[in-house]
């Protein structure tokens, strides 16, 4: 039996032998996001989010809608929530809100990829809710201070199932919208899109080597409003399906 701490063989290879040192503390499970119409799983890598890509959602948050470079930001990976599960109201805030996103699937790697070939890279697409601590993102704001507590906490990221764009075919147009208690919220058409998705792929693969397993969300349109403690949660994509989860009180 080896000793804990122990090095484990891993492999050997041009008659070396290569060891790595065992973990010290268990491995937390790898997220993942289920695959429509399938038992696959898709591996979660990172979480990119594109800020401010609907001009009337810009608008309401006081901003200018001149088309300027996207805003990108990040969450972690096991942020990600299944749809039909309760979402945890977050602590140090009284101020969440909803943004309802596409979410584009990245299947294949690459970095500075030309927005012609970008489509390549995208393996599925969902739809998502980015969660936010408003109240923490307008402080933020004001001290130039990043995003990080405002849009990258615990369970942030609720997501449907992943089609695949082989089955469905790469979106450019549709529906999205989302309703809170059977109320409609928010509601506007992908093409809106300030940035498209090939240019989003393409212009973030400039910052981040993209990886198979990469989450893109793909910003929100206007009509963002806060959620409670027992509020229920529709939102979708035309073609692609439906969200839903419930706040949860803690």
């Given amino acids: 039996m080896r000793a804990p701490g122990a090095p484990i063989i891993a492999s050997k290879a ?5 060891l790595t040192s065992a973990l010290v503390v268990q491995a937390p499970p790898a997220p993942s996001v289920a695959v429509a119409g399938t038992d696959d799983r898709f591996p979660v890598h990172r979480i990119y989010c594109v800020g401010r890509n609907y001009r009337e959602h810009v608008k309401e948050m006081g901003g200018d809608p001149a088309r300027e470079p996207p805003i990108f930001f990040t969450k ?4 990600v929530v299944p749809s039909g ?6 602590p140090r805030t009284s101020n969440l809100h909803h943004e309802i996103e596409l979410v584009v699937a990245i299947g294949r790697g690459g970095s500075n990829i030309p927005v012609d070939s970008a489509l390549e890279h995208v393996f599925g697409y969902a739809v998502g809710n980015d969660l936010t601590r408003r109240d923490l993102q307008a402080e933020a704001r004001k001290r130039g201070a990043p995003w990080d507590t405002a849009k990258g906490f615990d369970a942030s990221a609720p997501i449907t199932s992943i089609r695949r764009a082989d089955d469905i075919g790469h979106v450019a147009s549709g529906r999205i919208w989302l309703e809170v208690n059977g109320e409609l919220r928010q509601q506007a058409d992908v093409v809106e899109m300030i940035w498209s998705v090939p240019e ?3 212009e973030l693969s400039t910052y981040f080597a993209l990886a198979p397993g990469d989450l893109v969300f793909t910003g929100t349109p206007a009509g963002v409003g806060p959620l409670l403690p027992g509020d229920l949660v529709a939102g979708g994509v ?3 399906g439906t969200l839903q989860h419930g706040v949860v009180a803690t």
């Fill in 14 to 18: 041009a008659g070396e032998t290569v």
């Fill in 200 to 202: 989003v792929i393409a």
């Fill in 85 to 90: 599960a309760g979402v945890a109201y977050p």
């Fill in 238 to 240: 035309d073609g692609i």
């Fill in 76 to 79: 972690p990976a096991d942020a």
